[in-house]
């Protein structure tokens, strides 16, 4: 899951972008208000979080440009203009929740999982496909029954192509769903935690599309 975080305070900033790691999310951070609507336009993400008072462009007109566009991610604004009109004014405007600064962030944590559970439609966050069964929330992995251990990355390569069960996933799209701006992204870094998947679930679990990308097998 990606996570776009969008924050002028240096402090929040750091806290959310830290917790958001901690959560198993890949995030990117942006300052102002310019900066914001540049990465939306250019990038896909799971999820928005959207301070409202920022430099170059108010946050509020962030989300109203967003949504006239027909953009459907999911927005989370955290603010500390604590009105009630300016919290009805982001849920109207098209926010999907709304956090008032200070706040807690295991909170920030649940209500992010909890709007991108509603914008995909499922009740259950659970994520099956044959024998194997993810759940984001509780970041737990299970084939034939047996819980798997993985590593955060190895983590969202697999949720990556869980989402869509079945269909070719691009290696570029792997490594959006894993890697933030400024990240380091070895040359065959994908494929190594391709490599481990396999070996910690079943070689035949993760096929490879040659040239296109991975999709997942339907094993039993
Ligand atoms: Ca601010």
Redesign the pocket.
Request: glycine share 12%; no cysteine.
């Given at each position: 899951m990606r996570v776009l975080v969008i924050?002028?305070?240096p402090m929040i900033g750091r806290a959310v972008v830290a917790g958001l790691h901690d959560g198993g999310y890949t995030v990117d951070w942006v300052r102002d208000g310019a900066d914001a609507e540049l990465a939306l336009a250019n990038e896909v993400y799971d999820l928005a979080l959207l301070?409202?008072?920022?430099p170059r462009r108010d946050g509020l007109e962030i989300l109203k440009g967003l949504r006239r566009a027909g953009g459907a991610l999911p927005v989370v604004i955290i603010?500390?203009r604590d009105a009630v009109a300016d919290r009805v004014t982001g849920l109207d405007n098209g926010a999907d929740d709304y956090l008032v600064k200070p706040f807690d962030l295991d909170e920030l944590l649940a209500r992010a999982r909890a709007v991108i559970r509603r914008r995909e439609g499922r009740p259950s966050p659970e994520m099956s496909y044959g024998a194997l069964t993810i759940d984001p929330v509780k970041r737990v992995v299970t084939f034939r029954g047996a819980r798997v251990d993985l590593s955060p990355r190895e983590f969202a390569v697999l949720e990556a192509l869980m989402k869509e069960p079945g269909a070719v996933v691009s290696r570029e799209k792997l490594e959006d769903a894993v890697y933030g701006w400024g990240e380091e992204v070895g040359s065959n870094s994908i494929e190594v935690h391709l490599h481990h998947l396999r070996r910690k679930l079943k070689p035949q679990l993760i096929r490879n599309v040659r040239g296109v990308g991975y999709r997942i097998a339907q094993l039993q």
């Open positions: 924050e002028d305070d301070d409202l008072g920022l603010t500390a």
